[in-house]
């Protein structure tokens, strides 16, 4: 078996072949239990939190991941965002006939490896094929099933106020310029590498610390300035950021100024920011470079009175204050 | 916005746009509360049951239905097939530009008028665009969260035993054959619709009878032949079905003829495969026929010795018996 072919997609025994031989293998859930559609998992202890996440992006691999190191990554990142602990995960496959089986393969144990280091399990799976030219290589849709431990409150936009600090873990733009870089096929740009991670750990650090996490978000498509613009909307508030604040690594930076992009529109796959009281900003700062992913944690700016309008200002480096424009339309298609 | 454009993919405005005037009312779900990445749940009195299924039927409207009403059935049965009852959905869209919005607005009014009918809540979606000639209209992957009730011990193809009896709710293939007319442009083939149907209440109507239901399965791609074969071996037996009593309909038994296809290997949709022990068997048909998904249930077999091979059998009408094929390879792609 070197490439998909549409035979692998029917309920039948070459469907069976492909599942026992590279998918369920390659995700690590290669036990030879009958392989069944759904999965009974043990009582909750706690809310159950669900969520949905599907990957188009291309190149399937690029530097620091690929499509299934996205797949874990944000789909456990949803589940923390509202404060989660993320348990298990389901992953549905759409190949395209003539897909490379080594590649097919490849992706999958980047997504099955992080599962097991991150102690997630994979449950359920679904894998279809297409006919060439009715896909794109594989499209990985994933769920995941998160539980909100007992006490905790969920973060959420309303619970943004005026006065919080939004704090965010490191460099911006990371995976957006590692795409722009894969795309123009430059493998030579190691200093340009995807931020892709999981993020469940930063936020139990947060929570281990005693910060009250009022709102948490992860800024993938559309960047830092698509999420605040979401959620100042959603809260009827004003954010003002600082650029010289906002980690930027001198690749990213250098790649933006050459072809126009602007790093708080590209996409982020390991980023967080966390809004939380002013009181905690400083403890909540300590507890995110206590953690390999924040060791560049920054103050990144503050929540202001949204009247007239709410709005995302940038305080520029020169001492101005513009206001950061919403993403339209689209900057990088598929970037995730 | 008549027609999908790749820009509706992007993290921007104009994908907020088609979420809320597209996706978000067709679902059911546009409350306007804050968009977010992932729902919290209530707490669940039982254990969780998860799945995932994928769907790229094409045509995307068929007589009976629509990639969206397979998307909820499908998911709902997966659990209803572990003994869950179904409480949340997630919604995966990869849609192709250039796909027209009314058609993606009717199949998603399907798969949110039968969330809505049946007490199930989408809590969590994710859409993405791909570019012309990358995907082919819409590819709908689902997640469902379920719980199997305190007490109940999950079916599962372990517990299947010689002596079983093998229960169906009713005829077989209809889905297959509906999409083979829907492909020849025979609309007219008013006779041929798909089963397309949620088994959750019937599932239900089994435990409330107090059957102790030992298997279920719901034979989708592959057909009944493809579900037998798989639990057959995984359980060890023998299954003998008697082909006077499985119920097929005329019209899909003419469409098998004058096509060279097996009704035994066309895909179901709203079909389950009860296996219950043989003194419960009156109880479980009675149980099945009270209930509008199960009127034409019939005792479609029993479960045999398996040594020394694990076999699928029909008895014939003419009252032979020979061996039922394992599906090998494509017989209709893209089924489901």
Known sequence: MRTIALSHGAGGSEHAELLRRVVLPALGIDDGAPLLDAAVLSELDGRPVLTTDGFVVQPLRFAGGSIGTL???GTVNDLAMLGARPLALTVGLVIEAGLDVALLRAVLCDLGALARQHGVRIVAGDTKVVERGKG???FVTTAGLGVLPPGRVAPHPSRIAVGDVVLVNGALGDHGAAIVHARAGRSDAAEVSSDAAPLHGLVEALYAAGVDVHCLRDPTRGGVAEALHGLAHDAGVTIALDEAALPVRPAVAATCELLGLDPLQL???GKLLAFVPADDAAVALAALRSQPQGADA??????ADGSPLPLVTLRTRLGGRRVV????????????
Do not use: H, K, S, T
Request: aromatic fraction near 4%.
């Open 267 to 269: 996409a982020n796959e």
């Open 325 to 336: 424009a919403r993403p339209v339309g689209e900057q990088l298609p598929r970037i995730c």
């Open 136 to 138: 794109d290589g594989v």
């Open 298 to 303: 920054a103050i990144a700016g503050v929540v």
């Open 71 to 73: 797949a874990f990554c």
